[in-house]
C-alpha cells in the first residue's frame, strides 16, 4: 500500500477518546499481515510494536494517538433522538446547528443535526453535551456507539490530503510506513536498530493513554522517544514547509539534547537548515524540506514524557482546519463573515512523505547518535575564534 492510500484508509475511519477499536483492528490487521511484527497491548489498552529478532543500541519510539475530537452517544432518548458527549477541544461556536453523523456498531452511517446544549451532562468533567435529532428514526444504537462530523470524503488534491481526522491518524499511517521502512533493513541485515511505536489511546481527553503508559512503565526508561503530531499550522509554519521538528508546545519544552539529535539528522538528510541564516538567501534552501519551531498553540503527548523522566522530542505535520475548525482565525479574531463551520482537517502529502524520511533516518541514526551538532559547532567557534579573547586579555591592564 503507498504513503497516501494509508493516509486516505486511516484517517477516514471514526474514532472517538476511549473508542478507538477501528483504528486497533486496522493496526491489528496490518500486523497479520507481517510476521515479523509483535503486538503488545498494555493494561489501558495502548499498542506497542516491535519487530522481532536481536537488537543493538537503546530502543528509540514513535508514537501517535489513535482518538480524534468526537462525540460519545451518551444516552439514547429515542428512536430519533439521542444525547451525545463531545470528547476533545473545540469551540463552541462551531457546535451551532452542526450536522454530525452517527456510527452504530455495526458500522450504519446515520445523520442528524445539534440542537441544543445539554448543560450539566458531562460524565467526564471535561464534556460538552447535546442534544442531537436524527434526520430518520433508527433502532440499535447504543451508548457504546460514537458520533463525529459529517463530512464530505477525503481525497488528496493539488498536494493535499483533506480528510475527517488528521490529527493524528495522518501520524500514525507515517509511523507505520516508516516502521516497514525499518523492518526491510533489518531483514536484509542492514541494521539491528531496536525502532518500535507506541499507539496510545484517549489523548484528546488530556493525554490520560500517554499518562498510563508513563505509570505502567509501557516505555523503558532507556528509551529515546519521538512524539508524532498533527500541530495547528501558521505563517511562521506553514503548510508544505515540511515536517517539523517541535522543539516543545505551550506547556514546556522537550529534551534539548534529543531535539537537537532530530534536528541534525533533518539537517542531513536535507543538506542544509531549515531557515536561511542572515548570510543566505531562500533560494539556497535545500529542496528537501523541514521546519524547526516551537508550536505553542497545543500540547502534546511529548510534554507527558518528558516529566515521567524520559528522553523524548515531537515530531509534527503543519495542519489545517485544525480540530476540524474552519476559517479558525478569522473566528477567534471575531472578524468571520459566515457562521463557523467544522470541515475537513488538511496537511500536504509531501511533508507527510518528509516526516516517513526523518524517523526512518531516526530509527537507525539515534542509536548511536554523532556528537551533538550544536557541541560540534560551539567547540569548533572556541577553536577557531577564541584568539579574540587572548587579543583582549593582552590589551587590558592586569586585574592582579
Not at 436524527?134 to 490530503?161: F, K, S, Y
Not at 493513554?209 to 505563517?235: H, Q, Y
Not at 477567534?332 to 488538511?346: K, Y
Amino acid at each position: 500500500m503507498s504513503l497516501e492510500a494509508l493516509l486516505l484508509e486511516l484517517t477516514a475511519l471514526p474514532t472517538c477518546a476511549g473508542r478507538e477499536e477501528r483504528v486497533i483492528a486496522f493496526i491489528e490487521r496490518w500486523c497479520a499481515d507481517r510476521d515479523d511484527v509483535r503486538l503488545d497491548r498494555d493494561e489501558v489498552g495502548n499498542l506497542t510494536l516491535t519487530i522481532g529478532g536481536s537488537t543493538e543500541g537503546p530502543p528509540i519510539y514513535t508514537t501517535a494517538h489513535m482518538d480524534h475530537p468526537a462525540f460519545a452517544v451518551h444516552r439514547v432518548i429515542g428512536p430519533g433522538t439521542l444525547e451525545l458527549a463531545f470528547r476533545g477541544g473545540v469551540m463552541d461556536d462551531y457546535f451551532v446547528d452542526a450536522r454530525v453523523e452517527v456510527i452504530t456498531g455495526d458500522d450504519r452511517r446515520l445523520s442528524g443535526t445539534l440542537i441544543e446544549r445539554v448543560e450539566g451532562g458531562a460524565s467526564l468533567g471535561s464534556e460538552k453535551h447535546f442534544l442531537c435529532e436524527l434526520d430518520d428514526e433508527a433502532e440499535g444504537i447504543t451508548t457504546q456507539d460514537i458520533a463525529r462530523w459529517l463530512l464530505p470524503e477525503p481525497e488528496i488534491a493539488e498536494g493535499l490530503l483533506h480528510t475527517h481526522a488528521c490529527d493524528d491518524l495522518a501520524a500514525a499511517a507515517c509511523a507505520l510506513e516508516a516502521f516497514d521502512r525499518l523492518r526491510a533493513r533489518r531483514a536484509a541485515g542492514e541494521t539491528r536498530a531496536d525502532g518500535r511505536v507506541l499507539f496510545t489511546r484517549a489523548e484528546e481527553v488530556g493525554f490520560v493513554g500517554a499518562i498510563g503508559a508513563t505509570r505502567l512503565g509501557t516505555i523503558p526508561a532507556d528509551a529515546k522517544v519521538i512524539a508524532l503530531e498533527n500541530s495547528r499550522a501558521f505563517a511562521e509554519a506553514p503548510i508544505g514547509g515540511g515536517p517539523i521538528v517541535r522543539v516543545g508546545d505551550r506547556l514546556t519544552i522537550f529534551s534539548p539534547r534529543l531535539t537537537d539529535d532530530v534536528a541534525r539528522i533533518a539537517e542531513d538528510l536535507a543538506g542544509g537548515p531549515a531557515t536561511p541564516t542572515a548570510q543566505q538567501k531562500a533560494s539556497d534552501l535545500p529542496k528537501w524540506k523541514w521546519q524547526r519551531k516551537l508550536m505553542a498553540g497545543g500540547a502534546c503527548e511529548a510534554t507527558v514524557f518528558c516529566h515521567a523522566g524520559l528522553d523524548a522530542t515531537c515530531v509534527c505535520l503543519p495542519l489545517g482546519n485544525y480540530h476540524n475548525m474552519a476559517d479558525l482565525d478569522a473566528v477567534q479574531a471575531g472578524a468571520n463573515t459566515e457562521p463557523p463551520r467544522v470541515g475537513r482537517e488538511f496537511v500536504s502529502v509531501a511533508d507527510a512523505a518528509g516526516m516517513v524520511d526523518l524517523l526512518a533516518s531516526c530509527y537507525e541514526r539515534l542509536a548511536d547518535p554523532p556528537k551533538s551538532k550544536t557541541a560540534e559547532r560551539i567547540d569548533r567557534l572556541w577553536d577557531e575564534r577564541r584568539a579574540v579573547l587572548d587579543e583582549a586579555q593582552a590589551r587590558s591592564p592586569s586585574q592582579a
